[in-house]
Structures are given as structure tokens and as C-alpha cells.
């Protein structure tokens, strides 16, 4: 052939192949069937443990091994670990709810521990498994060529309950993923029969039959109903899961905690590792220990030795926050649903609860259809044989006369068509029987079974012709699993008195420290400082602020670049040595540094102040950036403790940053420097205070090429302006040397050939911790505490 070369484009080529790339991940893959609830890979195993290895519950197991190089060999030729994952999978009680696969051997534990290789393993297939192949042998469902054209396999398994809603699924495709979790099959099968018998059903009243999510380890749901009602009829959302506990006392009124159940997926071994550091690392004083108790009699018992007097639920409640005993789970109603005109199977999500059970009662009704019509085939052909033998009774001795003279089985057979009407397959039938057959009494059992069938047969007729008679077949079906698999609810319905509040500083103890600050931007705590020098920095670094409070409060870290960082006193860590970098708790820019701090201890920082005529309510930082900005912003945005990212608190120009931020209470007027040695002195009442974040007005006019170096706020404990000269040398200024002026303006140069390279600082003034809390022992005794 001469060679053809085709100009195309490389970008439709690309997304088309990418697309069909896309379409095989998600139907061949990744997305469940919403009629089996199967992907392919498992539907595989089903099909080759069910056909071609005869592996039902009543057999003996076979070799893991075997079955993967019979699937693999077979049906999908894909890896085998990824096969005997996927059979693993199926026999996992703590996986399913309703286990697929009969295991026998190690497959994996609760605790994360691994399953033994497949040449050690055997398994066959479960009694609920059966449920979804035992009709495969009435045509009830389409086969379709397997990869190599060599076998046939079913497109999809005649199911006899909602598999997909009681097992649940999880799996990622291209641009979408599902996760819909496992279900009571009990509560699923009443809400089939409910929507049977009420087509118009709503979600709201599905879920007086379907509680809710029932997973194979228990556990609590303490999402509210109105929050699962949404989720069910959305078909997304999130569903909160705890694992259950009880209080035992013991003699002395020694109590212990006995956690019964966890989550859905958690690993056990990797909770119980979570609990030990918690409680190496003392973050929880009241637990001091754990043991696991778990056995087959008693099932999961985690036990957890506490403090004597320790309220569980505090101690509930704290786990709850920090491990994986309460685990917000994930739900989105992704699958494969026919359709319009049922052709093919195509990806759909946001499928709400109603969809799913819809989609499998119709396709539960075309499967009994398909059951009843090939049931009638069955009798139809039978019957026509019966018939045969029939004819043949009443000329019998006339039919023995024309095979004994007949020259083989083929003209016997001719002469016996013509004789009697009968056609080939009525005549085989008659030819390969046995003589005994059409005696007096055997004729009359094939009499007898010819009314028994063409009674089965009027019978099934009638039933296929009357859609509610088949919907009553599907319907008397489900009420027979309903009592075939009688098991109840696994995982309870929490109540409103079920769900612990985290309440973080019920954890915290109750003490008085410092926070130090470098200008390094390294943090530490320490109890009890009696001088600023004693405290460790590293070589080239100083303290910036020392600031007191109690671990209950907050301590508020601004940075130059806008932003704020809230953290708790009782989070920063408590050391003799250099203290951490901030950036260990927060996110902060490149080069930024923390230029001010602030402690939210009421005793020392005034509590918000009610607002007046809509004026935001004090106490204000003050702020100053490089560009001659000024502005006052609230502090009662920050007290809280904020994310990694902080809270912006003052809006900045492009190359600008701050260069002071200062808490301000009852001072009278502010004071500015710039690097071209200008200072500028004005009323601290002419700053304008921002309700939300902005830029602020100007503080002082700089001179090309200047910038604003600092500045302080005086009239209060500091009545002076410090400045550091290019040379390394100070200069003080007092409110009286640089006369008040209005705000915005240029300002004086005091000294003309000088330059000031930054604003020193006011002092450290260190709190006495003895003096403050003998002030609160006089006080509390003053009011009779």
C-alpha cells in the first residue's frame, strides 16, 4: 500500500483521545453499576468463582491463587495484586456490610494488619454473593465478548438487592469520584417495598425506613436529620461519624472509659498509636493510659485508664477533636445509570437516594421479566415434547410397527414426522426414550406433568401479562430476603445528648507566664523573668516585647507585611532555650518580620469597649507604615485565634510596609522620624480610626527618595522619641522639642546633616507576677472568695 500521510491537529487528537482515555476509566474502571453496585474488576471475580469454578457457599474454598489466574486468565487481564486486593476487599467484614466472599485464612484485621499472600489464602463465595448470580442461568442478563473473544460475561449481575446501597463504594475517576457509603440491607429492602407500593414516595419518607449510613464497625452518626435529609436528596455531602464508649467503675470508685466501636475506615492500630503519643506527650492529663482488650466474644474494647474524678465526656470529647474517633465521612452519589433509552450505561452524579433505588427496582423488574420469559421457553419447549409423547400414546402400537420396520434412527424418524405430525424435536425426544416410558403407567406421568406444566405456563402468562402482578412478584421477592437476612442496625443514630462539645480550654491549665518575642522573630514561654537580659536569645538577636499573660489568653503577632497572627498563650512553646521561629505556626511572606505585639489578657489590655453612635469600640493599635501612612484599627478582630494565614489588619500600597504597630490607650499625640531625619509631632485624636481594613490617611508628607522610619506615641508611661543615627549614634526627642503641628505635615529636620536609620524602641518594663496575684489573693479575700 502507498504510504498516506494526514495532516491533523494535534490539539483535537489530544483531547479526543484523552476523552475516550477518560470514558474507559470511568465505565471500565473507577464508577460503580448502579444496578449490581459492582465495578468490572469485582463483577469478574463473582462471575468466575459462580461459572467457571463453581465456588458457592456449599463448596469447599479453592486458593486465592487460583481464583486470581482464572479472572486474570479469563475475564480481566490486569495485575494480580491488584485483583487479590480487590477479593480482599470482598471478604473484609469491617469493609462491607454485607461481605461478598467467604475467606479462609489471613485476610488483613481491623487493626491494618496486611493479608497473607494468595498462595496461603482460600475463599469461595458467600450466601448473599449467591443472591446476585443465582439467576444468571435464566438469561436473565446480557453477556457480552470477553477481551480475547474467547468467553462470554455478563454485562451486569441479575442482583437481587441493592448491593450498591448496602455495601457502598469508594473510587476516583477522570474529573469525577464516588463515595457512597454502606447501608443496613434490612432498612433497604422496606425502602424498596415502600417505593413499590408508592411511586411518589419522597426522600423524607425513604428515610423512615433507611435511618442512615450502617457501617460494619458501628459507631454514631451525629449529623442531625435535617442535615442527612439534604444529603440524601442531593446526593452529597458530609456525614459525621463517632465511635461509641462506655463509663465501667470499678471498686474504690476507680473508673475506666471502653471505646466499643470506631468509624468506618479507620485503622485501629494507627488510633491506638494517635492515643499513645497523646498521652506520652501529656497533651491530655486526665487520660494516663490504654489497653487493648479487643476478642471475638466481646468484640472491640479499647480501654482507657483515666485520672480518678475525671469527667469522660471531657475526656470523649477531646479525642473526638484530635484523633480519629470522630471522622467526618464523605458522601457523593456517583454511579453508572442507563440511559434515556437504555442503551448504554452512563455516568451520573448527584443522585439522590430515591435515583438509586428506582434505577434498581426497574432493573429488578426487567431481570424478573427476562426470569418469567425464560421460564416460559423452558416450559413451552417441554410442553411440546409432552405433547409429542402424547400422540405417540394414542397410536402406539402403530409407532412401534413403523420403527421396527424402519432402517435406522434417521428413517424412523422421517416415517414417524409424516405418521403423526410431529416435527424434529418432538421425534428425537420420542426416539432417545426408553421403551418403559410409553407404558400405561409411565404415560400417564407425562400426562399428569403436561397439565402441571401447561398450568405453570397460563400461570407465568398471566404474570407477564399484568405489570402490577410482576411488581408483585418483586415485591413478595424483597420480603423474603427482608426475613432471610435478618440483621440489625450496626451503627446507632446519635441524639442531641450524644454530641460532645470540644471545649479547648477545659484541657488548658490555669497559669501565669510571658511571652517573649525577638526581633528575630523566635517565641517562647516563661513563667517568671526578673530582667530582660536573663532570658536566652541567640547570638545576634534581642528581645522585641515581653508580653504577660495567662495561658487562656491570646497573644496577637503583627507583622510588617498587614497581617496579624493570633495565637494562644497556652500554644506557644514553654522553654529555657532560644523559643521557636514563628513561622513554625504561622505562614509568613519572605523577609517579613514581626514589627509589634499584643496580649489579649484583660488585665492588662483594656476589654472591648461598647461602640458609640457606630464608632468602632477600642482599645486601637496604631499603626505606621514606611510611606507616611497612619491609621487605628480595633483590636477586636484579632483576639481570636486566627489560621496559618492571619488576619489582614492594614491595607498596603506596592513597596510599602509597616514600621510600627503599637496598642494605644490614653496617650495624647504621636511622633513620626524619617531616614532623611525629619520628625513630625502631632495629636494622636487626629489618627483615623478604620472600622475594616484600609490604607489609612498620611501621618507625614515625606521628601523624595525619604521614607518613615518609626515612631512612637507619647503622653502616656514614655514621653519621648528615641531615634538611631546612621553613625550609631541616638537621638532623643521630647514632645516639647518638636512643636504639635495638624497631622499630614512635612514636620522639622532638627539637625541637618543627620540621618536616622531606625526608631529605638521604648523599654521592656516586666510584670511582677507576685504584686498581680497578690493583688487578686487581697481582692478575693475583700469579697469573701
Known sequence: MAETIETVSIA????DRFLTYAMSVVTGRALPDVRDGLKPVQRRILYAMYNDLSLTFEKKALKCAKIVGEVMGNYHPHGDGALYEALVRMTQSWVLRVPLVYGQGNFGSVDGDPPAAYRYTEAKLSRAAEMLLSELGSETVDLTASYDGTRREPSVLPAQFPNLLVNGTAGIAVGMATQIPPHNLGEVLKACVLLIDNPDATVATLLDKVKGPDFPLGGKIVTDRAMLRKIYEEGRGTIRVQGEWREEEFERGKKQIVVTSIPYGVDKGELENTIGRIVEDRKLPQLLGQANESNEKD????????????????VMAYLYKHTELQKTYSYNMTALVPNEDGTRMVPKDGLSLKDLIRHFL?????TVRRRFEYQLRQLRRRIHILEG?????????????IIRNSTGKPDAAEKLKTAFKLDDEQVTAILDSQLYKIAQMEIQKILDELAEKKKQAKEIETILASVKKLWGVVRGELEALIEKFPERRKTRMASDEDVLEFDEEAYIARENTNVVLTRNGYIKRVGRLAAVESTRVQEGDEVAAVLPGSTLDHVVFLADDGAAYTLRINEVPATAGYGEPITKFFKLGDGVRVVGAVTTDPRFTTADLPMKDDAPAGPFVMVCTRNGYVLRTPLTAFRTESTKAGRRYVKLEEGDKVVMARLVGDEEGVMLATAG?????????QV????GVGKGVFGIKLEPDDVCVGGVVVGGRFDKLLVETESGGTRDFGPGAVKSRARGGKGEK?????????VVPPPIELTDWDVVEGKKAKDDAKNGE
Open 688 to 691: 483615623t480610626i478604620l472600622a
Open 677 to 685: 531625619g525629619y520628625v513630625t509631632h502631632f495629636p494622636l485624636n
Open 299 to 314: 468484640g472491640l474494647r479499647l480501654v482507657l485508664e483515666v485520672k480518678g474524678g475525671t469527667d469522660p465526656n471531657l
Open 389 to 401: 409423547f402424547a400422540v405417540i400414546f394414542n397410536a402406539l402400537d402403530q409407532a412401534i410397527r
Open 362 to 366: 426497574d432493573f429488578r423488574l426487567a
Open 12 to 15: 483535537e487528537q489530544v483531547r
Open 750 to 758: 532638627p539637625f541637618q546633616r543627620t540621618k536616622f536609620a531606625r
